[in-house]
């Protein structure tokens, strides 16, 4: 339950003052009926909200898959550049739906998005980092050598990479798996093994799977399924 003046807020609706006078003059209806008390207790998970007629979801929980394209930041904000958040309607970054974890701006594929910062943040915490794979083109031919050396484990210039699956798809095409997510990981693994990566891509994060339909640059909500799976990835209750 909650303030209706803050829900609207919350929603993106208008300001306090904005919303106040809109459901004063009849402006906002709840279950079809229209009320006047902006102060009046609601059960946002339950009503069925309409502002100026049109119906408005008034959720506050959102959990989103996003096949993100080359060229747009990872972040929930950013003063000069396009982010990831450009591509959702403006109520997610409104209810504070947020990145969880980051890909760099030239890294398509597979993103999360959540309201939820707990599950954000044991999704990434280090003692529960869940796995990423990634697919990567690189400018050098891929053999058993590389396959070794990421199993071993790869010392970079600041951290000691833990050992990773790469597995050879094509001469210059490895799918990696990896257990942490690290500032330019794979990248900085490959360069470690003398290739430079050309694309990168993720394709999974956690039990989720990019969803094969969805175009890039497109996005949907999680299924039931997805979620209960992410949820158990992070040793979390629903
Ligand atoms: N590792 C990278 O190097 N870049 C990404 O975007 C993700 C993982």
């Known amino acids: 339950m909650l303030r209706l003046d803050r829900w609207l807020v919350t929603l993106g ?14 402006g906002v209806k709840l279950d079809g009926m229209p009320v006047k008390d902006p ?14 007629g049109a119906a408005v979801d008034g959720r506050l929980t959102r959990h989103v898959m996003l096949h993100k394209p080359a060229g ?10 396009p982010t990831v958040m450009d591509l959702l309607p403006a109520v997610y970054s409104a209810i504070g739906c947020m990145p969880v974890g980051r890909l760099d701006k030239d890294t398509t594929g597979l993103l999360f ?16 980092h869940v796995d990423k794979t990634y697919l990567a083109e690189v400018d ?7 396959v070794a050396a990421f199993a071993e ?15 050879i798809v094509a001469p210059h095409i490895g799918r990696v798996t990896v257990h ?24 999974t994060f956690g039990s989720l799977v990019l969803d094969p339909d969805l ?6 909500e999680l299924t039931g399924d997805e979620l209960a799976s992410l949820y158990s990835d992070a040793q979390m209750e629903r």
């Open 113 to 128: 998005l959540t309201t939820d910062g707990e599950l954000n943040h044991r999704l990434l915490s280090p003692g529960r």
């Open 39 to 52: 102060e009046m207790q609601v059960d946002e998970k339950s009503a069925m909200l309409t502002v100026n």
């Open 180 to 203: 942490e997510g690290k500032f330019h990981q794979i990248k900085r693994m490959f360069s470690a093994v003398g290739c430079e990566v050309t694309k990168l891509h993720r394709e």
């Open 153 to 167: 484990g790869l010392h970079l210039s600041d951290f000691d990479a833990q050992p990773a699956h790469l597995e």
């Open 72 to 81: 747009l930041l990872t972040a929930a904000r950013d003063k000069k550049q």
């Open 140 to 146: 050098g031919v891929l053999d058993a050598s590389h």
């Open 215 to 220: 175009p890039e640059g497109e996005w949907r």
């Open 13 to 26: 609706i208008g300001s306090r003052s904005e919303v106040q006078k809109l459901v004063k003059k009849g």
